[in-house]
């Protein structure tokens, strides 16, 4: 589920945007139940409700 260029941000700026490497691609790592994504798929707009910005930096400050 890969949801490019989406209104709420991009998807490679996600938290949930990360390597398979399975398949040694970036996809979406969001898991959903059968109920939300069917209503993900389905929404009219196309920008992605669970985009959430994911922060380097502040994760390396944390360690600190």
Same mark, same amino acid.
């Given at each position: +589920?890969? !949801? %490019? @260029?989406?209104? *709420?941000?991009?998807?490679? &700026?996600?938290?949930?945007?990360?390597?398979?490497? =399975? *398949?040694? =691609? *970036?996809?979406?790592? !969001?898991? !959903?139940? =059968? &109920? =939300?994504? %069917?209503?993900? +798929?389905?929404?009219? @707009?196309?920008?992605?409700?669970?985009?959430?910005? *994911?922060?380097?930096?502040?994760?390396?400050?944390?360690? @600190?």
């Amino acid at each position: +589920m890969e !949801l %490019e @260029n989406a209104p *709420y941000g991009r998807c490679e &700026d996600c938290v949930y945007y990360d390597i398979d490497e =399975e *398949y040694e =691609e *970036y996809v979406c790592t !969001l898991s !959903l139940d =059968e &109920d =939300e994504m %069917e209503r993900f +798929m389905t929404r009219k @707009n196309k920008g992605c409700p669970y985009y959430k910005f *994911y922060d380097e930096y502040k994760s390396v400050q944390k360690q @600190n």
